[in-house]
């Protein structure tokens, strides 16, 4: 399990951690599962999803709550 709550890194730091989760599982992966592993506080994780959507690296999985690779 990778933790960033000691360092909180920058943004793109943190970005880089959630894709590299999300490309690890090789499945959706939920905000709250990202929180566990990766140590984040939700809003983060939900703000950072959100960038990562817009710009196409993450899409949401067909129930809504996952988050998979961008196509």
Known sequence: MTTM???KG?????S??????VAEAGRPLT???LNVDLGLPKPTIHRLC???ENEGYLQRSIDGK???AGA
């Not at 920058?10 to 943190?14: E, G, M």
């Not at 880089?16 to 989760?21: H, N, S, V, Y």
């Open 31 to 33: 905000p709250t599962e």
């Open 66 to 68: 996952g988050r998979t």
């Open 50 to 52: 959100a960038m990562l």
């Open 5 to 7: 709550r000691r360092s």
């Open 10 to 14: 920058s943004s793109i730091r943190r």
């Open 16 to 21: 880089l951690a959630i894709l590299g989760k």
